[in-house]
Nanobody, 120 residues
């Protein structure tokens, strides 16, 4: 079993910054992909950013140029640096990981989420 624990959420004023972290723990061979998704009240969960094989990144159009995803493979930790935050970024942010086990099987995991609120 793999656990994903997010941290770094909170209340910030418009234009401010936050840095989210997601730490993966457990017994597995590797993590092939990690990402951040978010869900605002009354809306579906949406992709924010992903990092594949620790190198290739992808962002939602709404966050391009403001958010940056990164990963420390040695620590099995992923980060999301969020700058120039807007009220519409308010949501619960979820960490996602696709884990590869020693038998070469893949399994997806989700964290419990961390609240980000952008308000004056």
């Amino acid at each position: 079993q793999v656990q994903l624990v997010e941290s770094g959420g909170g209340l910030v004023q418009p234009g401010g910054s936050l840095r989210l972290s997601c730490a993966a723990s457990g017994s597995f061979f590797s993590i092939s992909a990690m990402g951040w998704y978010r869900q605002a009240p009354g809306k579906e969960r949406e992709l924010v950013a992903t990092v594949i094989s620790g190198v290739s990144t992808n962002y939602a159009d709404s966050v391009k140029g403001r958010f940056a995803i990164s990963r420390d493979s040695a620590k099995n930790t992923m980060y999301l640096q969020m700058n120039s935050l807007k009220p519409e970024d308010t949501a619960v942010y979820f960490c996602y990981a696709r884990v590869r086990y020693y038998n070469n099987s893949l399994k997806d995991y989700w964290g419990r989420g961390t609240q980000v609120t952008v308000s004056s």
